[in-house]
């Protein structure tokens, strides 16, 4: 089946690294996304890895993908406050343009 | 500017009025969406179109109405059997032949129903 879970709140201090977790269950997904929202607003794509890599860097996010696990991570290094938002995790089915997200986590940047 | 818009920001209905949300895109995408947002659920996909004249039930759409006359636009009407519609809709719109399939989003809609 499909399913997408985060954990659903993560805190950190300015200028530290943030680290957001999400597994998933369906091994034949093709591509995974990270998009962020903020309050009140749209998703905006982040930045998304191919099923066949296992890192993708892109400025202050890292990319990590552990495809035996089903494990993906996004890090934001050198946090600002600007990054406080909900991020989701999504996942790309192998056939159709569907995507499945999971239920978000909550990044908190204290100054 | 090209982007998606969805109009308005903030509805509100009476119990058993149905209510129509509309969603509008100039960025020439073949595939648009209809998503609705809970909290702590994440996003749940209600409907979704290919292509103008052609649409797909997503994950919960029961209660739920849509038309694809033309490519830009694809409203949803939140009928009056859905039992709950008191949530954030978004809208999207993607590429439909695209490998990473990367979905525009709206700035969405919030409906209540008093």
């Given amino acids: 089946g499909e399913d997408v879970e985060q954990s659903l709140f993560l805190s950190v201090r300015e200028g530290d690294s943030s680290v957001i977790n999400c597994t998933y269950t369906d091994s034949s997904s093709t591509y995974l996304y990270w998009y962020k929202q903020e309050p009140g607003a749209g998703l905006q794509l982040l930045t998304y890895i191919f099923s066949n890599m296992d890192m993708k860097q892109d400025q202050r996010l890292t990319v990590l993908l552990n495809k035996k696990d089903k494990h993906l991570s996004l890090r934001i290094a050198d946090t600002q406050t600007g990054d406080s938002a909900i991020y989701f995790c999504a996942e790309r089915m192998e056939y159709g343009n569907k995507l499945v997200f999971g239920a978000g986590t909550i990044l908190r940047v204290k100054s | ?114």
């Fill in chain 2, 1 to 114: 500017d090209g982007g998606i818009t969805q109009s308005p920001k903030y509805l509100f209905r009476k119990e058993g009025q149905n209510v129509t949300l509309s969603c509008e895109q100039n960025l020439n995408h073949d595939a648009m969406y209809w998503y609705r947002q809970d909290p702590g659920q994440g996003l749940r996909l209600i409907y979704y179109s290919q292509i103008v004249n052609d649409f797909q039930k997503g994950d919960i759409a029961e209660g739920y109405s849509v038309s694809r006359e033309k490519k830009e636009s694809f409203p949803l009407t939140v009928t009056s059997a859905q039992k709950n519609p008191t949530a954030f809709y978004l809208c999207a719109s993607s590429i439909a032949a695209s490998f990473v399939n990367e979905q525009f989003f709206g700035p969405g809609t919030r409906l209540t129903v008093l």
